[in-house]
């Protein structure tokens, strides 16, 4: 080669050792860096997926640390409940002993009483003060927002759940199908057999039974079916059962029926004695599960034979109910719903609990709850709503006494069921319904929150590690440098850099053997 203005040689070497320096360096910055990817340029599809499963983490890490702290917000929840389940469990001592009124002077009675106030006053305290953080747990504050609810359809709704998908309020619609009904039987007035109508025709002895117990009752031959019906209610609070006059008119018959709605209900009537099979006293039910009629608005007796049959017996059923569609849970006045979307238990008033022509009862749960977002992406199916209703004593233990609800405060001093009325009344019946009914509550919570704990936040965190290993050992198979061949590539890179640069030397050098040829 003579040509001197050109050194082709010399742009070959060029070339070749600006790419083994351009190799060089990008060995060089992943060694340095520790990834293999540190430019779009290096792996454009490693890089986009590598950011995809960047944010995927980012999201997760939250994800888990929102689950721990939901965890921490429910344990303190539930401590605060222990104290105000065991605050409830006193009041309920309390309350037994004062029942014990052959045996406890009225000064013990006030004493307890004066305990009861200061228990009620600390549950509502706890109530109001429990908080995390400065967010309040259980004064009301995480619990569902409802509107629009009849106090003639619904008496009271407790919201567990709600998800509000695609708009601010769910509208929640209880549509009765089947009748709430008392056990009850009936017994005829007009008794063949009797001296006159309504009356007794020989010396009877009844044996009652119902869910709260058996009691036995004797009457005198020529007694009214008003004797009989005072006798029985006179009994009432010990079995269970009630009797109530066919219009008014010992001649039209009595009911005997339980006091309660429901499956659990039950009225049993069994003559004792004398002759059994005497058919002037002879009980029915309606068969196929018909109601009994209202005993206030008159009844046809004549020509319905086919619709009784007789038995001493009759339960009572519980009323059945779609809401927003689905059928709910039945027990006596009460329906429940667990359902994705919605988690509810209303206690329905018993005009409408017992009569399906109504129109379905309508009202919105316009918002509230506590919402845990437990997942990466903000959405339905990544968030968790749970209620968490108030503890105080207004709003615990409602139960319907008298046909009106009442709460844990009226046990206070001066209210409707403290120890001093239902001492004056010999009754503490309403005060234990009410105090069952709160723990209940308060167990229930305590159970739903460490449902909740355990099979949600637990499990999603459980869940969302794994996820978190899984998706971070992808995501340095695609961007972290294998140390091993960067280093065997670096080895290559240097040694052809290093010839590259005595490869363009010599190239250089070549050009001076033309002036050889000049002598």
Do not use: C
């Not at 206070?412 to 001492?423: F, K, P």
């Amino acid at each position: 080669m003579a040509r001197i203005n050109t050194n082709v040689p010399s742009i070959i070497a060029q070339a070749n050792l600006a790419r083994s320096g351009q190799d060089l360096g990008i060995h060089l910055e992943r060694l340095s860096t520790g990834l293999r990817i540190n430019r779009g340029k290096d792996d454009p599809a490693g890089l986009i997926i590598s950011e995809r499963i960047a944010t995927d983490l980012a999201g997760i890490e939250q994800g888990i640390k929102n689950s721990e702290r939901a965890s921490s917000v429910i344990a303190t929840t539930e401590s605060a409940l222990v104290e105000i389940s065991d605050l409830l469990n006193t009041i309920k001592g309390l309350t037994v002993e004062a029942a014990n009124s052959g045996a406890v002077s009225d000064e013990e009675i006030e004493a307890n009483q004066l305990q009861i106030n200061s228990a009620i006053q600390s549950i509502t305290r706890i109530s109001n003060t429990a908080s995390f953080g400065g967010l309040k747990l259980l004064d009301g504050s995480l619990d569902y927002i409802t509107s629009g609810i009849s106090s003639t359809e619904i008496k009271t709704a407790r919201v567990f759940a709600a998800s509000f998908v695609g708009s601010n309020a769910l509208q929640v619609e209880v549509d009765v199908l089947a009748s709430a009904q008392k056990g009850a039987l009936y017994l005829n007035g007009d008794m063949p057999g009797s001296l006159t109508d309504g009356v007794l025709a020989s010396a009877t002895t009844i044996r009652v039974a119902g869910s709260q117990g058996v009691s036995e009752l004797s009457f005198a031959s020529g007694a009214t079916l008003s004797d009989v019906v005072n006798g029985v209610n006179g009994r009432t609070a010990l079995t269970g059962i009630e009797a109530v006059l066919i219009n008014g008119d010992p001649n039209s018959g009595l009911i005997f029926r339980s006091v309660n709605y429901g499956a659990d209900e039950f009225v049993s009537v069994d003559r004792l004695g004398g002759d059994e099979s005497a058919a002037w006293f002879e009980t029915y039910k309606f068969v196929d599960g018909l109601a009994l009629p209202d005993v206030s608005a008159g009844f046809p007796w004549s020509g319905i034979g086919s619709t009784l049959t007789s038995t001493n017996r009759d339960t009572g059923v519980d009323v059945q109910a779609l809401i927003n569609g689905s059928l709910a849970n039945g027990d006596g006045l009460e329906v429940s719903l667990n359902s994705p979307n919605l988690s509810v238990e209303l206690l329905l008033d018993e005009s409408f609990a017992i009569d399906p022509t109504i129109a379905p009862s309508t009202f919105d749960i316009t918002g509230g709850g506590a919402l845990f977002q437990l997942g990466q992406d903000i959405n339905a199916l990544q968030q968790s709503n749970i209620g968490i209703s108030s503890t105080s004593a207004s709003f615990l233990g409602g139960s319907l006494v008298d046909g009106a609800v009442q709460y844990l405060s009226s046990l206070q001093d001066g209210q409707a069921n403290s120890l001093r009325a239902s001492a004056s009344s010999r009754d503490f019946s309403a005060a234990s319904d009410i105090l069952d009914k709160a723990i209940d509550e308060v167990a229930v919570l305590r159970g739903r929150l460490g449902a909740f704990e355990r099979n949600v936040l637990e499990t999603n965190t459980r869940s969302l590690q794994s996820q978190f290993e899984n998706l971070t050992a992808s995501k340095s198979i695609i961007v972290d440098a294998d140390f091993a061949a960067e280093t065997s590539a670096l080895t290559r890179a240097q040694i052809l850099q290093s010839s590259g640069t005595t490869v363009l030397t010599l190239a250089n050098q070549q050009a001076q053997n033309v002036l050889q040829l000049l002598g």
